[in-house]
């Protein structure tokens, strides 16, 4: 039975070399659009090529398939070199991005907190001077209200005054 890099090479009619060749520039760029797994996948069945197969898979975060593929060749020295170093990088690079965001929330706490606080005192401020401005209206309205009152009384006392003074004159004709 062919395998299946024998019924591409003979479906593309070129040379194992040039297969080969074919087949790393596309792993190679596979890996470049971060497509780890279908990278992993040419290394494995086209190529041979386990110890990159692994390689691409743990680049890929892809711990547990890079440890069967490890396994299934009985490859167990990839493990050590390659999946044990790879998850130690990407934790200690999980702790570094963790201290840093924790760092960024913390400012950003810090900053929110005082815009809170300003925000607070602007708007107690605003209503500081609404009440003036209400209790200023309400003199305004008072004063509307009253107005007619004293003018009307202010208005009955000349009147009076006056008839008193016309009775006055009438009494020393």
């Known amino acids: 039975m062919k395998t299946l890099t024998a019924h591409l090479h003979v479906f593309l009619e070129c040379s194992r ?97 005082v815009l809170r606080v300003e925000k607070l005192k602007a708007q107690q401020e605003k209503e500081e001077k609404e009440n003036d401005k209400m209790v200023e209206e309400e003199a305004v309205d008072e004063s509307k209200y009253f107005l007619p009152i004293l003018t009307s009384y202010v208005m009955k006392k000349e009147d009076e005054d006056l008839i008193s003074a016309l009775k006055r004159v009438q009494s020393i004709k």
């Open 17 to 113: 070399s040039q297969m080969s060749h074919l087949c790393r520039e596309l792993s190679s760029e596979l890996k470049e659009r971060r497509k780890f797994s279908d990278a992993a996948f040419i290394l494995n069945e086209y190529l041979k090529d386990y110890e990159e197969c692994v390689a691409a898979l743990t680049d890929g975060c892809l711990w547990e398939e890079a440890i069967r593929v490890s396994h299934q060749h009985d490859r167990l020295d990839l493990i050590e070199t390659h999946v044990k170093p790879g998850i130690k990088d990407h934790c200690t690079s999980l702790i570094t991005k963790l201290i840093d965001d924790f760092d960024s929330f913390k400012k950003y706490k810090t900053r929110l907190s």
